[in-house]
């Protein structure tokens, strides 16, 4: 691995083909004897760090179609959360249906799970039938895995049947020094950002591109009022870009004025801070209070000049589910993902039917989707959200954050990468969008 990390280092991209590929590596791991440790807990007393290891594991068979990246960071989303907390099932399930497939996929059926749902780095091997990458290539990768041996995924691959996020439903994922993906995960680094940031946007990034902005999910449009729920967050802090950036008109609500003051930096006009609202969108925990969900709704209009919501960015879940199909406009959509605060929702559908309203289902993003978000970042149209870098020894710390929501934006690993600021190679156009860039480091 040190051979390899060298040679990236040294910008000797060129050798990587003729370097051997370690039989080992470290790896941020959960094991499946530990499965059922955090079972009679709540929720809020799970912890990530207990969870999580970082260990030395066997480099995976080389397959057709794939590749062998060399890691040089990688992110936590709340996926990487759910398996360290084994919510809502545990992940080991994923692998053991995969596992029974065919012979190669075996491979992934493990007593552990190497997690991670995204990366950049250097590709070190490529597998029989790969011709668009080789090795030296500087990439990140998107979290689709997909087969595409049935005709349903020709269309939509998202509607594969065998369509599977890596690193979640799969094993050998980007929280590690080396990464096992399919070929056509692959998409070009962006030259002018670090490690960390370039593997921060991916999977959340192509999230809000499907869900907001693709004819796949709410088919934004300039002009729309869109209520984004989270906006600084580490999915709704991409949402919140792609809405200014296609003239619509983004609502975004926080949870503090810190959080308010970041949207506003990113050129949102129009905020609502939960911390200063005090919504309660539930009397207790069987009860909804549509007064709540009236007085976000009037709150929204003082803001708009009288305009409801032409679309809601949904990702809480149970939390705001019934508030959000309230507000919504005659004729609007609620475009859900996620389910941070739990996937059972309840709303009045009096709401929903009788104002022709409608609810868009929507998950992460077929290959075309996550090539045209990570082409946005590649212009210098969207940037990374990344607020704080940590080592991968710290990784049970960094979960902690996100599943806490004590971050903002996104939070980036270093695998193999010493430090940060590694990996830029155009100086000018990142020195053009560096406050851009840096517009959440250290809030």
């Known amino acids: 691995m040190n051979e390899i990390r060298d040679a990236i280092l040294a910008d000797e991209l060129d050798a990587m083909a003729g370097l051997p590929v370690p039989e080992s590596y470290r790896a941020v791991l959960v094991r499946k004897d530990e499965q059922d440790m ?9 912890d990530p760090r207990k969870s999580l290891h970082v260990e030395e594991v066997a480099t995976p068979e080389l397959g057709p179609g794939e590749a062998i990246v060399a890691v040089m960071a990688s992110s936590v989303n709340y996926n990487t959360v759910w398996t360290s907390i084994f919510e809502p099932v545990s992940t080991f399930g994923f692998l053991e249906r995969y596992g029974r497939q065919n012979d190669l996929t075996k491979r992934h059926d493990l007593p552990y799970h190497v997690v991670g749902s995204d990366l950049a780095g250097v590709v070190l091997r490529v597998g029989p039938g790969v011709n668009k990458w080789k090795p030296g290539d500087e990439v ?12 349903a995924g020709h269309d939509d691959t998202m509607m594969d049947p065998q369509q599977r996020i890596w690193g979640f ?41 499907r869900q907001l902005v693709s004819h796949n999910g709410a088919n934004m449009k300039q002009g729309d009022v869109v209520l984004i729920w989270g906006a600084s967050g580490g999915l709704g802090s991409y949402a919140t ?14 949870s503090s004025p810190e959080k308010a003051a970041i949207v506003r930096s990113m ?78 929702h309840s709303y009045d559908n009096r709401y929903l039917w009788m104002n022709l309203k409608r609810i868009v289902g929507s998950h992460f993003a077929n290959y075309k989707e996550a090539w045209e978000a990570n082409r946005l970042i590649d212009r210098g149209l969207v940037h990374p959200t990344l ?30 990468a010493p430090e940060e600021g590694l990996g830029v190679k155009d100086a000018a156009k990142r020195e053009k969008h560096l406050a851009a860039i840096n517009r959440f480091r250290g809030v």
């Open 387 to 416: 607020s704080k870098v940590y080592p991968m020894t710290e990784v049970g710390q960094a979960a902690c954050d996100v599943k806490g929501n004590l971050h903002q934006g996104k939070v980036g690993v270093l695998t193999l």
């Open 38 to 46: 955090f079972e009679g807990l709540a929720t809020r007393e799970k």
């Open 169 to 209: 439903e799969t094993n050998f994922g980007g929280l590690a020094e080396l990464a096992l993906v399919k070929s056509n995960q692959l998409m070009p680094k962006p030259a002018h950002l670090s490690w960390e940031e370039a593997a921060a946007p991916g999977l959340v990034n192509s999230t809000a591109y």
């Open 267 to 344: 050129g949102a006009e129009l905020v609502i801070d939960r911390s200063t609202e005090q919504y309660r969108f539930w009397k207790d925990e069987d009860t909804q209070d549509p007064r709540e969900w009236q007085r976000l709704g009037k709150k929204i209009r003082e803001l708009t000049g009288g305009d409801d919501v032409d679309i809601v960015f949904e990702h809480p879940g149970r939390e705001t589910f019934g508030a959000s199909v309230y507000v919504a406009k005659k004729g609007g959509v609620i475009v859900t993902c996620a389910s941070t605060t739990g996937y059972l």
């Open 140 to 151: 990140v990768a998107h979290c689709l895995s997909v087969e595409l041996e049935d005709p």
């Open 241 to 254: 870009q792609m809405a200014l950036n296609g003239g619509a008109i983004p609502v975004c609500v926080v």
